[in-house]
C-alpha cells in the first residue's frame, strides 16, 4: 500500500488524463471519484481510501470503503460485482434507520411508517456508495443492489437509489452516460455499450487490434501454410510466416518471414532449406545526400557563431540560431534575418526582419508590434551606389504617428551600418558555403570508390558489368596498398636490422675499453 508499481503510475496518469477530458466535456456534472489518497499517503479512491486490510483492523470506514471492500470479496468469489459511485436518500446515506420499523413487523405498519418521511431538501445531492452484482456468474438471475453499511440486497429499481455518477471493480472503471432523472429504475446496465456506459480503458479495443483469436491465425494451402501476426505480438517484431513445402510429405523447403518494427530495420528473411542459405533484406538504416535535394544539418552548442541549425535546399540556405548577443536566431540565404525582441530597445526601434534584396538593391526593415498595435512599422533603403543619398530614397511607414521622424542625417547613418552589415553577411555566408563544399569534398576522398568511379565515367546505374570491373579493380588496388605497406615494413626491418648489426660489430671491437656508462647504453639500445 506505500507504493505503486509501474504500472499503477500509468493508470494513475491515464485516470488523471481521462478526469481532464471528463471535466472539460461536462463541467456541470461532478469530478470522478478516481484517485484519492489512502492511509499511506498512495493514490486510491475516494479522496481518502483506507485499504480493505485496516478496515478489517478497525472495523469502521465509510461506505466507500465498505463497498471496496465487499465488492472484493464478491470478486473473490467469482460473482460479477461493481463498487457504485451515486446519490440515495437521506435514511441510507446516514445509516438512520429509526424511521423504519423491525423487519419482523406486519406489512402494512412498514407501509404507515414510510409515509411519515420528512422532505429532505438536500435530495438528489447525497453522494453515497454501494455494490452492483451482475447476473453474469453464480447463477445470479437479475441484478441488484447491496447497501454495504447494512447489507441488505435491493432491487436495481429502488427508490432508495436515486443516480449513478459512475462504477467500477479490478478491471475497468465506468462513466454513467444515462439519464438518471427519474432514479435508477430505468437504467440499463451493460457496460460493453458505449452509449450507455464510457470505459476509462478500452480493453475491448485492444482485443480488436489482435485481429485473430488469440492474435494469430494459420492458413494451410496446398504445399504451403500461411501465418499472421498481430502486431506487437511478436518479440522479434514477426508479422507474416510463408512455409513452403517440396511435397504432401511436409517437407520443409522454404521459409519466408516478414518484420515490422524492428530495431536493425530488418523488413524480410528467407531461409532456404534445400541449399541450406539464408537472405535478410534491411531498410535503408540512413538516407544519403545527393546533390539537388534538401539537406537538414544539426550542430553542437559549441559553436561561437550559435548556429544550430542549417537547412538546404537547391536555391536557398536556412539557418538557426541562439543565444547570440545581437538577439538573431534566424538567416535566410536570400537573404532574410530575423531577431527576437530586444527589450532594452522600444518595439519600434527595434528591428525584427531585416531583408536585403540584392537584385533590386534594395534593404527593407521590418520592425517588433507594439503594444496595443495591429500593424508593423517598416521602413525600406534604396542602395544604389550611383547617386548621392536624399531623403526620398527611405520609404518608411510608421504606426506611431506622435513620434518625430528620423533626419536625414540619421537615416543616412542607419544606412551606412546596413551596408557594412550587408558585407559582413554576405562574407559569413560565403564561409558557411566553403563549410559546406569543404566538407562534401572531404567525404569524396573517404570514399574509396571514388576515383574508381571517375575513370569509370559513370556515378550513377551501374550496369552488372560495370559493377564487377569496379569490384576487382577494387579488390587489385587492396592488394597493392598492402603489398605496398608489406614492402614499406620489410625495407624498415631490412634498416632496423641493419643498425643493430652494426651496433654490435662496434660492441665486439671496442668492449674492453668502454665506460660503464656506454655499455648501460648499448643494452638499452639492444633491449
Same mark, same amino acid.
Not at 546533390?291 to 536557398?316: I, Y
Not at 518608411?396 to 504617428?401: E, H, I, S
Not at 643493430?500 to 668502454?514: D, E, F
Given at each position: ?12 496518469a491515464?485516470?488523471?488524463n ?8 461536462? /463541467?456541470d456534472?461532478? %469530478?470522478l471519484?478516481?484517485?484519492p489518497v489512502?492511509?499511506?499517503? @498512495?493514490? $486510491?479512491q /475516494? +479522496?481518502?481510501?483506507f485499504?480493505s ?5 478497525r ?7 465498505f ?6 470479496l464478491l470478486?473473490?468469489?467469482?460473482y460479477?460485482?461493481y463498487?457504485v ?9 446516514l445509516?438512520?434507520q429509526?424511521?423504519?420499523e423491525? /423487519? ?8 404507515q ?12 445531492l447525497?453522494v ?7 447476473a453474469?456468474?453464480? +447463477? @445470479? ?7 454495504p ?6 432491487a436495481t ?12 471493480n479490478?478491471?475497468n ?8 432523472s427519474?432514479g ?11 452509449k450507455?456506459?464510457e470505459?476509462?480503458?478500452y480493453?475491448?479495443?485492444?482485443k480488436?487490434?489482435n485481429?485473430?483469436?488469440g492474435?494469430?491465425t494459420v492458413i +494451410?494451402?496446398r504445399? $504451403?501454410? %500461411?501465418?499472421?501476426? !498481430? ?6 517484431g514477426?508479422?507474416?510466416?510463408l512455409?513452403?513445402y517440396?511435397?504432401l510429405?511436409?517437407?520443409?523447403a522454404l521459409?519466408?518471414e516478414?518484420?515490422?518494427d524492428r530495431?536493425d ?12 542459405f539464408?537472405t ?5 538504416r540512413?538516407?544519403s545526400?545527393t546533390a539537388?535535394?534538401?539537406q537538414e544539418m544539426?550542430?553542437s552548442?559549441?559553436? $561561437?557563431?550559435?548556429l544550430v +541549425?542549417r537547412?538546404?535546399?537547391?536555391h ?6 541562439e543565444?547570440?548577443s545581437?538577439?538573431l536566431?534566424?538567416r ?8 527576437h525582441r530586444n527589450?532594452?530597445? /522600444? ?11 540584392v537584385?533590386?538593391?534594395q534593404i ?11 500593424? %508593423?512599422?517598416?521602413?525600406?533603403f ?5 547617386q548621392?543619398?536624399k531623403?526620398d ?7 506611431d ?5 528620423l533626419?536625414t542625417? !540619421?537615416l543616412?547613418d542607419m ?10 553577411v554576405?562574407e559569413?555566408?560565403g564561409?558557411s ?7 562534401q ?11 574508381? %568511379?571517375?575513370?569509370?565515367?559513370k556515378e550513377?546505374d ?5 559493377a564487377?570491373k ?6 587489385a588496388?587492396?592488394?597493392?596498398r ?5 614492402n614499406?615494413i620489410?625495407?624498415?626491418?631490412e634498416?632496423?636490422t641493419?643498425?643493430?648489426?652494426t651496433k654490435q ?9 668502454l ?6 647504453n648499448?643494452?638499452t639500445?639492444?633491449?
Amino acid at each position: 500500500y506505500r507504493i505503486n508499481s509501474i504500472s499503477e503510475i500509468r493508470l494513475l496518469a491515464i485516470a488523471d488524463n481521462f478526469q481532464h477530458q471528463y471535466s472539460h466535456l461536462f /463541467p456541470d456534472r461532478k %469530478l470522478l471519484l478516481l484517485c484519492p489518497v489512502n492511509e499511506c499517503g @498512495v493514490k $486510491s479512491q /475516494p +479522496r481518502h481510501l483506507f485499504s480493505s486490510t485496516t478496515v478489517l483492523k478497525r472495523q469502521r470506514a465509510t461506505c466507500f470503503e465498505f463497498a471496496t471492500l465487499l465488492c472484493s470479496l464478491l470478486l473473490g468469489s467469482n460473482y460479477d460485482a461493481y463498487c457504485v459511485s451515486g446519490y440515495a436518500i437521506k435514511e441510507m446515506c446516514l445509516l438512520d434507520q429509526s424511521l423504519q420499523e423491525c /423487519p419482523l413487523l406486519d406489512t402494512e405498519a412498514k407501509e404507515q411508517e414510510s409515509e411519515l418521511r420528512p422532505a429532505d431538501h438536500l435530495r438528489g445531492l447525497r453522494v453515497h456508495c454501494w455494490v452492483l452484482v451482475l447476473a453474469r456468474s453464480r +447463477r @445470479v438471475k437479475e441484478n441488484f443492489f447491496i447497501d454495504p453499511l447494512t447489507g441488505n440486497s435491493y432491487a436495481t429499481d429502488s427508490d432508495s437509489f436515486l443516480g449513478i455518477e459512475s462504477m467500477w471493480n479490478n478491471l475497468n472503471y465506468y462513466v454513467n452516460m444515462q439519464d438518471c432523472s427519474n432514479g435508477c429504475a430505468e437504467m440499463v446496465y451493460d457496460v460493453e455499450d458505449l452509449k450507455m456506459w464510457e470505459p476509462m480503458l478500452y480493453g475491448a479495443t485492444s482485443k480488436m487490434e489482435n485481429r485473430w483469436p488469440g492474435g494469430k491465425t494459420v492458413i +494451410r494451402y496446398r504445399k $504451403s501454410k %500461411l501465418e499472421r501476426f !498481430a502486431p506487437g505480438l511478436s518479440s522479434v517484431g514477426l508479422i507474416t510466416r510463408l512455409t513452403t513445402y517440396k511435397d504432401l510429405e511436409t517437407e520443409v523447403a522454404l521459409v519466408k518471414e516478414w518484420y515490422q518494427d524492428r530495431k536493425d530495420h530488418l523488413e524480410e528473411r528467407e531461409v532456404n532449406k534445400v541449399d541450406n542459405f539464408m537472405t535478410e533484406c534491411f531498410k535503408l538504416r540512413c538516407r544519403s545526400l545527393t546533390a539537388g535535394t534538401e539537406q537538414e544539418m544539426e550542430f553542437s552548442n559549441a559553436r $561561437s557563431d550559435g548556429l544550430v +541549425r542549417r537547412k538546404l535546399t537547391p536555391h536557398e540556405m536556412i539557418e538557426t540560431f541562439e543565444g547570440r548577443s545581437d538577439f538573431l536566431y534566424y538567416r535566410h540565404q536570400r537573404v532574410v534575418e530575423r531577431f527576437h525582441r530586444n527589450k532594452s530597445k /522600444p518595439a519600434n526601434n527595434d528591428v525584427a526582419k531585416r531583408i536585403f534584396l540584392v537584385a533590386q538593391q534594395q534593404i527593407e526593415l521590418t520592425y517588433h508590434l507594439m503594444d496595443y498595435r495591429f500593424s %508593423l512599422s517598416r521602413r525600406t533603403f534604396n542602395i544604389s551606389t550611383s547617386q548621392k543619398f536624399k531623403a526620398d530614397m527611405v520609404c518608411t511607414f510608421q504606426v506611431d504617428l506622435s513620434e518625430m521622424p528620423l533626419g536625414t542625417l !540619421a537615416l543616412f547613418d542607419m544606412l551606412v551600418a546596413l551596408k557594412t552589415h550587408k558585407e559582413n553577411v554576405a562574407e559569413q555566408i560565403g564561409k558557411s558555403v566553403e563549410e559546406e563544399d569543404e566538407k562534401q569534398l572531404q567525404e569524396q576522398k573517404k570514399d574509396i570508390l571514388t576515383s574508381l %568511379l571517375i575513370q569509370l565515367g559513370k556515378e550513377e546505374d551501374l550496369s552488372p558489368k560495370d559493377a564487377k570491373k569496379i569490384y576487382q579493380d577494387c579488390l587489385a588496388e587492396m592488394r597493392n596498398r598492402l603489398q605496398m605497406k608489406a614492402n614499406l615494413i620489410q625495407k624498415c626491418y631490412e634498416e632496423e636490422t641493419q643498425r643493430l648489426q652494426t651496433k654490435q660489430q662496434w660492441y665486439q671491437k671496442s668492449q674492453l675499453h668502454l665506460s660503464e656508462q656506454e655499455k648501460d647504453n648499448y643494452q638499452t639500445y639492444c633491449f
